[in-house]
Every structure is written in structure tokens, then in C-alpha cells.
């Protein structure tokens, strides 16, 4: 029997002031009332919203639940009207099932495996050690974003792809506009199709002389040049700009938990454990969305063929029955398990590479500059909105002490 059902309309966005690392407040109460509730879409479909641990678990690892493009017909906060969407081009495997998911991410995951992520550790702390020695030659007062937070992942995910380092620029700001949330629909597609027609001179350029790199290791699969150029958009965009805003957005959060951050200091081996502990509580990609390709039992509801589920994995990350004292960032907390990186088959590719930079970023960060603080008041810190694919800050003033570092 189908039990009585919570509605949440329209999505809720506003996060609360001072609190800039909670998911909407809107949220956090519809999963108050329920792991599941009705979400009626602004084109008048009638959808579902997850926001509880277990459920969001469970229709992630579930087949019957689709992540493929052509049936994300409906946006969570636009009305684009009875749209018919075109299939993910080739190569793009996020926005696919299986079989043909797997076709494109069996070649990579040998690629990003536990043990040669960490042979990277070394390269990670040269690149980390390059970009504090600038910002401390250029004396107090910083972006962390631009000088820390971008481009320490920019340039990995560039040397392990074989993406020319002068190139990052170009990249970086296309991604930001794809991803950010912050452009119209038409610069942000003439934002996509430059990164492609970049990407497919790219692929030829490793076909006429390949490189020692991920791309041209996959030269020799039956990949056509159309699939690694899609290929190579997932790994860069995801390689980026997740990762760059982890870097921003946490160490944002540790310094307005300073006693976590004495905690780091005091005790640096914590850092495997303060990452996970970020990773959850901040949950940069905070959405996803599925498909229902049949009729599926899920929270004592039916979830008809054709409906479209949101799961909200910031909301999931904070469910009380899975993390005791959710909203507590606690560097010690020994509860695992968070949805940070997804589940199922579309768990992230580099989460292992995203870990290895953050487990040498942060603690080189406050080891390097013991008295790191914000710049501006917490409030003036500038976030992204909630329509950007991935939360995080635009910008992050901070100082230091000259002597002190």
C-alpha cells in the first residue's frame, strides 16, 4: 500500500545566511517529513525528490533507474517545455546506461586505480609546493581559488590527459561556464562546443604522435576519435573542477571550524579521515537525477515508468539515521560511507586521484601559512548559485601574518 506522501514545490535553493556549507533549508525539512517526497516539476511533470541516505543508496546501484541523457526531459527550477532531448554524444558515459557505459569506462578504470593514484603523491606535492612558494612571494593576501584551488588539479588532470599546461586558461574558463550556473543557455553552450572542437584537435594531434599520457594510451582500444574526445571532456571537466572547489569550498569550512583546523594541525596523520568528513559534509555535487525505466517499489511508494527522481545527495550526506550529529563537521568522525562520489556504476572515476590532492593539499596549505584567515567577513565570501552543477565559491579572499606565514 502506498503510504501518504510529503510535496516539496517549487526546489528549494536558499541556503540560510551564515550557513554556507548546509544544504537548503527547504531540503533538510522535506527529508524531516520523509526520505521521499512528491516533487511536482515546473513543467508539470510529476516527479519524486530523495533525500534520505538509504533510498538515494539504493536507486543509485538500482539498473532500473536510468542515468541516459534522451530521458532528462525536465529541470528541477526551468520550464523548458515538451523538449525532446538528444542522446549524450559518444564518449560522454556519465549521461549513459550500460552496455554502452561500461564500453567507455572499462578502458579508464585501470587508469585510476588506488595504488597508481598514489604513485602521482609526489608530482601532487611538487605542484602544491610550486603554487604556496608563489603566493607566499607575492606576500600577504591571496584568492585561494585562483592561486591554490584551481590550478593544482588543472595541472594534473592536464598531465595525466596530455593536455597542453598553456592550455589550462582556455579550459578553466570554459568549464567554469558550463558548469557554474552562471551564464545563459547560449554562452554556455558556445562554451561546450569550443571545449569539443578543442578536444577533437587535441585527439588528432595524439594520433599523428602520441604521447605518454591517458589519451594516447587509449589510441590503440577501438575507440573512435569522436568517443575520446567525449571521453576526454567527462575526465577533465570532472578532474577540475570538482576537486578545485573541494580545495576552496573545505578549507573555507575549516576555517570557520577552527577547532577542527587546530585538530589538523595538531594532528596531521587525521587527514584521510578529514577529507571523508569534508567530502560528506560538503557534498559539492549535490544533485543527481534518474529515470524510472519500469515500475519500482521505493520508500512504500510506486515510482511509475517514465518519472523522474532527483536524489539529493547534501541532504542524503546529512541524514541523521546514517551520520549521528549530521551538521557537525567533525575530522574524527568515524562514520563512512558518504555518497560524495555517488554509487553504482557511475561512481566517480578519479575519486582516488580527487583524495590523493586534497589528502596533500590541505595540510601543505596550513602547514605553509599557520595563520591563514579569511580576508572579508564570512558573509562577503562569494558562493556559487544553486543552479551551478557543482557548489562551491567563486572567490576566497584570505591573508596571513608575513612572519608567521
Given at each position: 500500500?502506498t503510504?501518504?506522501v510529503?510535496?516539496?514545490t517549487?526546489?528549494?535553493t536558499?541556503r540560510?545566511?551564515g550557513?554556507?556549507f ?11 517529513h520523509?526520505p521521499?517526497?512528491?516533487f511536482?516539476f515546473?513543467?508539470?511533470?510529476q516527479g519524486w525528490?530523495v533525500?534520505?541516505y ?13 542515468s541516459?541523457?534522451?530521458l532528462?526531459?525536465?529541470h528541477?527550477l526551468i ?7 538528444p542522446?549524450a ?7 549513459m546506461?550500460d552496455?554502452?557505459h ?7 578504470v585501470?587508469?585510476?586505480t588506488?595504488r597508481?593514484?598514489r604513485?602521482?603523491?609526489e608530482?601532487?606535492e ?7 612558494d608563489?603566493?607566499?612571494?607575492a ?6 581559488v585562483?592561486?591554490?584551488?584551481k590550478?593544482?588539479?588543472a ?6 590527459l596530455g593536455?597542453?599546461?598553456e592550455?589550462r586558461g582556455?579550459?578553466q574558463e570554459?568549464i567554469?561556464?558550463f558548469l557554474?550556473g552562471e ?5 554556455l553552450i558556445?562554451?561546450y ?7 577533437a584537435?587535441?585527439v588528432a ?6 604521447t605518454d599520457d ?5 589510441l590503440?582500444s ?10 576526454a ?6 578532474g577540475?573542477?570538482?576537486?578545485a572547489?573541494m580545495?576552496?569550498l573545505g578549507?573555507?569550512?575549516l576555517l570557520?571550524?577552527p ?5 589538523l594541525?595538531?594532528?596531521p596523520?587525521l587527514i584521510?579521515q ?6 560528506r559534509?560538503l557534498s ?5 537525477h534518474r529515470?524510472?525505466?519500469e515500475?519500482?517499489e521505493l520508500?512504500?511508494?510506486?515510482i511509475?515508468?517514465?518519472?523522474t527522481v532527483?536524489l539529493s ?11 549521528p550529529?549530521p551538521?557537525?563537521?567533525d ?5 563512512g560511507?558518504h555518497l560524495?562520489?555517488?554509487?553504482g556504476i557511475h ?11 586534497m ?12 595563520s591563514?584567515?579569511l ?8 558562493l556559487r548559485p544553486?543552479t551551478a552543477?557543482i ?7 584570505v591573508?596571513?601574518d608575513?612572519?608567521?606565514?
Open positions: 500500500m503510504e501518504s510529503h510535496t516539496v517549487p526546489m528549494p536558499a540560510e545566511s550557513c554556507p548546509d544544504p537548503p533549508k527547504g531540503l533538510v525539512e522535506a527529508r524531516e520523509g521521499i517526497s512528491r511536482p515546473p513543467s508539470g511533470h525528490l533525500t534520505g538509504d533510498l538515494a543508496r539504493s536507486v543509485l546501484a538500482d539498473p532500473r533507474f536510468s541516459r541523457k534522451e532528462m526531459r525536465h528541477p520550464d523548458y517545455g515538451d523538449i525532446e532531448v542522446p554524444p559518444p564518449g560522454e558515459f556519465l549521461l546506461d552496455p554502452q561500461s564500453r567507455y569506462r572499462k578502458p579508464l585501470g587508469k585510476f588506488v597508481r593514484m604513485l602521482l603523491t608530482r601532487v611538487e605542484v602544491t609546493a610550486a603554487h604556496l608563489a603566493m607566499e612571494k606576500g600577504p593576501g591571496a584568492d585561494l585562483t592561486a591554490f584551488a590550478p593544482i588539479p595541472v594534473i588532470i592536464c598531465e595525466l593536455v597542453p599546461y592550455d582556455f579550459f570554459n567554469d561556464k557554474g551564464v545563459g543557455d547560449e554562452e558556445a562554451a562546443l569550443a571545449t569539443q572542437r578543442y578536444l584537435e587535441l594531434a595524439k594520433r599523428a604522435a602520441p591517458v589519451l594516447s594510451d587509449l590503440d577501438d575507440l573512435t576519435d569522436e568517443e575520446l574526445q567525449g571521453m571532456l567527462i575526465l577533465l571537466s570532472a577540475f573542477d570538482t576537486t572547489n580545495l576552496a578549507t573555507f569550512a570557520q571550524n577547532d577542527q583546523l587546530a585538530a594541525r595538531a594532528e596523520e584521510d578529514a577529507v571523508e568528513e569534508l567530502l559534509y559539492v555535487a549535490k544533485q543527481f529515470v524510472a525505466l515500475d519500482v520508500g512504500g511508494h510506486t511509475t515508468a517514465g518519472s532527483i545527495l547534501n541532504t542524503a550526506n546529512r541524514d541523521p539515521e546514517r551520520f550529529d551538521h557537525t563537521l575530522l574524527r568522525r568515524q562514520d560511507g560524495a562520489f555517488s554509487h561512481q566517480c572515476l578519479g575519486q582516488q586521484l580527487a583524495r590523493v590532492e589528502r596533500v593539499a590541505f595540510p601543505a596549505l596550513i602547514a605553509r601559512f599557520p591563514l584567515r580576508a572579508v567577513p564570512a558573509g562577503e565570501v562569494a544553486e552543477d557548489y562551491g565559491v567563486k572567490s576566497l579572499p591573508t596571513w608575513q612572519d608567521l606565514g
